[in-house]
């Protein structure tokens, strides 16, 4: 069945450093990947997204890569912040739903 | 963007009972979902809320234990039937294709916190 792996689950990083969270999917017919950003106690918020018929999407200090050969995204974050801290999530689409990652607790330590 | 609001935002229940739990969006979408996030977990998705039709549920959850209900576009409920410790947890309702967003873009409500003593 459809499945999204997501690596690593836990990463810390210094303020200003650069983080990279990884995932792979299962399902070559997904063509939507989106990365949720939640903060503790709060709703899982959109930050960025791709879709198949691009490599690359940039916004500031976030960025997308999309290997649809090797059915794998990741995020970048620059720069990073201590508000960078949150658990991040990807999630690939499967028909008109979305399977997400395992998700990634990033702490950026000032 | 749309405001996605939940009713109760948190609840704690004794064993056996049933809690509604409504998702109410500010204008027309299309998709409407039902996730649930255990604690320190991802989302899981139990169902899609189909409007004037029966829910269309994901493996391993059943109509019985989680009836919904999606009556117009803006509104749906879902239900946590007979409730055990085990279904303590955060339910998400998330929506879909309201004015200006794209095709699978989705965007969550803040979460009903249940707890089940």
């Known amino acids: 069945g459809e499945n999204v792996e997501q690596h690593p689950s836990t990463l810390s990083v210094q303020e200003g450093d650069s983080a990279v969270i990884k995932c792979t999917y299962s399902?070559?017919?997904?063509?939507?990947f989106p990365w949720y950003k939640q903060e503790l106690g709060k709703r899982p918020q959109l930050i960025i997204d791709?879709?198949?018929?691009?490599g690359e999407k940039k916004d500031q200090r976030i960025a997308v890569t999309l290997n649809k050969t090797a059915k794998h995204f990741s995020l970048h974050i620059t720069e990073t912040q201590p508000e960078d801290s949150a658990v991040y999530f990807c999630a690939a689409s499967f028909t008109d739903k979305l399977i997400f990652g395992t998700g990634t607790r990033l702490q950026v330590f000032p | 963007s749309a405001v996605i609001s939940q009713k109760p935002s948190r609840d704690i229940c004794q064993r056996g009972t049933s809690l509604t739990i409504q998702c109410q969006v500010d204008s027309q979408v299309t998709m409407m979902f039902w996730y649930r996030q255990q604690p320190g977990q991802s989302l899981t998705l139990i169902a899609t809320?189909?409007?004037?039709?029966?829910?269309?549920?994901e493996s391993g959850f059943v109509i019985d234990k989680f009836p919904i209900s999606r009556p117009n576009l803006t509104f749906s409920t879902l239900t946590v039937s007979n409730m055990s410790p085990e279904d303590s947890s955060i339910y998400l309702c998330?929506?879909?294709?309201?004015?200006?967003?794209?095709?699978?873009?989705?965007?969550f409500g803040p979460g009903t916190r249940l707890t089940v003593l």
């Open positions: 791709i879709r198949s018929n691009v």
């Open positions: 399902d070559s017919a997904s063509n939507y």
């Open positions: 809320a189909n409007q004037g039709s029966e829910a269309t549920y």
């Open positions: 998330s929506v879909e294709g309201f004015f200006r967003t794209a095709y699978n873009e989705q965007f």
